[in-house]
């Protein structure tokens, strides 16, 4: 196998997450999943949950849009590490409960697939910024709704 082939079978192994992304039907949908395993991985040690989040994002940014030119296609459904990194920082700082993890991907699921402002906006950005960046804002939104949530819950009960 000559280099660039390897090369490209590389970054299609890392983008789509171990080749969930190539699940024919909702690609996104399993490499958010991968992204709870991740988190069952590391959910205990804040350090290797920081260092997750920040190898993916490396990766992410390094990579997407080099897979992008390998699939021929703007974001292509392949591409799932970015959803792998939304859920991690959708779930960050959140207090370990399995209805939570189950709010978390609901609801990050569902702001991917809104893409409400800016995730639109940043999706359309050309390269590997445009491949994760609203995923990570949706992940980012999701955190926020449920930490509000869960401090609006507090403040009633007491």
């Keep these: 196998m000559d280099a660039k082939k390897f090369s490209d079978r590389l970054?299609?192994?890392i983008v789509s997450f171990f080749y969930l992304g190539h699940i024919p039907f909702i690609?996104?949908?399993?490499?958010s999943l991968g992204g709870i395993i991740v988190y069952y991985l590391?959910?205990?040690n804040l350090s290797a949950y920081l260092w997750a989040i920040g190898i993916l994002l490396f990766l992410s940014l390094l990579l997407?849009?080099?897979a992008e030119q390998i699939y021929?296609?703007?974001d292509a459904n392949y591409i799932v590490i970015d959803e792998v990194l939304g859920m991690l920082l959708?779930?960050?700082?959140l207090p370990y409960d399995i209805k939570l993890v189950v709010i978390a991907f609901v609801l990050f699921r569902a702001l991917d697939a809104l893409k409400p402002y800016p995730c639109g906006w940043v999706q359309n950005l050309k390269g590997s910024l445009g491949v994760v960046g609203?995923?990570?804002?949706?992940?980012?939104?999701t955190n926020i709704i449920i930490q509000i949530a869960l401090r609006l819950a507090s403040f009633r009960a007491s």
């Design 11 to 13: 970054i299609k192994t």
């Design 27 to 31: 690609p996104g949908t399993f490499g």
């Design 42 to 44: 590391v959910k205990g």
């Design 64 to 66: 997407g849009g080099k």
């Design 72 to 74: 021929r296609k703007k």
């Design 90 to 93: 959708a779930l960050l700082f």
């Design 134 to 141: 609203d995923d990570i804002v949706a992940g980012i939104y």
